[in-house]
């Protein structure tokens, strides 16, 4: 009977651990949520601006009543009032951190025509040191 060197088992066994470490499965990315935005961290007194992509995924033109904000520090605006079918646009968002200490929500509102889903709702944040 032969014998096997030391080193050429633990080989073999070495390999063995990594054929069954090699097993795994891959996750997708999650895919970031298209209706918020994180700024992270800013400085108080800056502005900064994200702009939303609004896509009209509905069989009929869809109008855009009016679009808010939850304070006077966020200003929406939005480029085309009506949508038809697949069209898109975009929603600018400008936050006005003045006067702002530490995390930051506020919200946006685009109120439409659309009966199922009148009012969608975006959502910025950020994290304001001074």
Request: hydrophobic residues 40%; aromatic residues 10%; proline residues 5%.
């Amino acid at each position: 009977m032969k014998r096997i060197p030391g080193l050429l088992i633990l080989v073999f066994v070495f390999s063995g651990c990594l054929a069954q470490n090699a097993k795994f499965e891959v996750k997708q990315e999650q895919v970031a949520d298209p209706f918020l935005w994180d700024f992270g961290k800013i400085k108080e007194g800056t502005i900064v601006t994200h702009e939303f992509k609004f896509h009209n995924d509905s069989k009929k033109v869809l109008k855009i009543k009016d679009i808010t904000a939850s304070c006077g520090c966020t200003v929406p605006k939005i480029k085309d009032k009506a949508l038809s079918p697949g069209e898109s646009t975009v929603i600018e968002v400008k936050f006005k951190s003045k006067g702002y200490s530490g995390p930051v929500m506020q919200y946006v509102y685009v109120d439409t025509d659309n009966l199922d889903n009148p009012v969608i709702r975006f959502i910025i944040k950020a994290d304001v040191n001074k």
